[in-house]
């Protein structure tokens, strides 16, 4: 895999902890502190290997889970599934992610977020999703031609599309999808994580473990 930067330009807005650009989501976590004075409350930044071979884009922090404890998926149910099958496939070292510092590294592997603060009742608006693309658009250009980037969702999807300046119509969301994108990335796709997903039967663990065989084999490909 080249080294190289590609793709959608790095926006000037830098990725702040002290965001405020969505009021409602500001006064929405405004709100959270005062009811959860313990939780970080904050918008959740990147997690993971500074160099991924994998970049993995969720749709916004849990409530209950990133939104606590800082880190993206790591504290609420929709993480079980996530962490597991990155431990399973070598991204991380541990197959649980309890809190902030449980010792959980990856490698190779990074998880950031379509929307970096949580939303009430997890549903962003468009304009909070535009909003924080630019921080989006930061994380992929800094990826090397070849990386493979795992949308969970069709929100996260279409974020991953719009960061890289590609219209949505060429490339449709599917579980198990795969595209090449022109910017020289891999998009990949799967149903989210999330507790209804895998609950009612949606998604699956060998469903989600097919993503990222299709990924592996891509990896495998890519590197030779």
Known sequence: MTKASHGPATQARTFSTGCRDCGRLASFLDDVRKQHPDYFARPVPPFGDDSPRLLVVGLAPGMHGANRSGRPFTGDYAG???????????????SR???????????????????????????????????????????????????????????????????????????????????RLPCGLALFDSYHCSRYNTQTGRLTRPMFEQVFRLIESYLRDETR
Do not use: M, Q, W
């Not at 079980?80 to 070292?93: Q, S, V």
């Not at 921080?135 to 031609?145: E, G, H, I, M, V």
């Open 80 to 94: 079980i599934l996530l962490y597991e099958t990155l431990h399973k496939f070598g991204y991380a070292n541990r």
């Open 97 to 179: 992610s309890v809190s902030i510092d449980d010792g959980l590294v990856l490698n190779g592997c990074r998880i950031t977020n379509a929307v970096r603060c949580v939303p009430p009742e997890n549903k962003p608006t468009g304009e909070e999703v535009r909003n924080c693309n630019d921080y989006l658009a930061a994380d992929l250009a800094r990826l090397p031609k070849g990386t493979a980037v795992l949308a969970l969702g069709g929100i996260a999807h279409k974020a991953v599309l719009a960061a890289c300046k590609e219209k949505a119509g060429p490339y449709k969301f599917a579980h198990a999808a795969f595209h």
